[in-house]
């Protein structure tokens, strides 16, 4: 069922499907939406599934205020009644899982990261991208998205099972990234995939969706 839920006042788009078990919270990178999953959705029929575009992406409106990821995603769990969930976050997605996570642990039963984005990582100095991301943030297409906190530090307080996946086709930082977050959280397992870059519900939507049911 698609929805529209309210987010502060904005709207996000949303798709929230009937099924049994825990919650399945499907979050999207940052060079993508929600559609980013549309191969590993059939694969989790039977079970109750929730994916939504955050705010100026896909098929939810551009923002017209600040807002935080995090914040955002408590909001649509709280408007949907989803007391505990399993998060499934990939590259931007993990950061906001890793920040709800840390913010409220006892609404979180396990925890799926692709190539996460890790709030609070030592990144290296990258003028290119730095510059790149200063000329967007300038036209304002970066609109009114506050930071989560860094989390990088706190990765050792998380308690439930979690698991982190990376492609070797990845760039060599988020490779780090996601060794540091599996290295820092306790019990973490961590799955190197073969031949896959920062999409990897797209390139090996089958991986990803066995992954899933193992920890749901």
Not at 104 to 125: E, I, Q, S, T, Y
Not at 152 to 158: A, G, K, Q, S, V
Request: overall charge negative.
């Amino acid at each position: 069922m698609e929805l529209t839920i309210p987010v502060g006042q904005d709207t996000v788009w949303a798709e929230h499907l009937a099924g049994d078990g825990v919650p399945i919270v499907l979050l999207h990178p940052g060079i993508g939406d929600s559609r980013v999953w549309d191969l590993v959705m059939p694969g989790l029929n039977g079970h109750r599934v929730l994916r939504y575009d955050v705010r100026g992406y896909g098929r939810s409106p551009r923002p017209t205020q600040e807002f935080s990821l995090s914040e955002d995603l408590e909001t649509v769990l709280e408007q949907l009644n989803l007391e505990h969930v399993l998060l499934v976050g990939c590259s931007m997605g993990g950061g906001t899982a890793l920040s709800f996570t840390l913010a409220h642990p006892d609404r979180v039963r396990g925890l799926v990261l692709l190539c996460p984005g890790v709030p609070g990582f030592p990144m290296p100095a990258e003028p290119e991208l730095d510059a790149e991301y200063a000329v967007l943030e300038a036209n304002r297409d970066v609109d009114y998205l506050t930071p989560d906190p860094p989390v990088y530090d706190r990765l050792h307080e998380i308690e439930v099972p979690s698991v982190v996946m990376v492609g070797d086709k990845d760039r060599a930082i988020v490779a780090a990234v996601a060794g540091g977050t599996a290295a820092r959280i306790p019990g973490c397992e961590f799955v190197w995939l073969p031949g896959v870059d920062h999409l990897p519900s797209l390139r090996e939507p089958q991986v990803v969706t066995d992954t899933i049911l193992r920890f749901a």
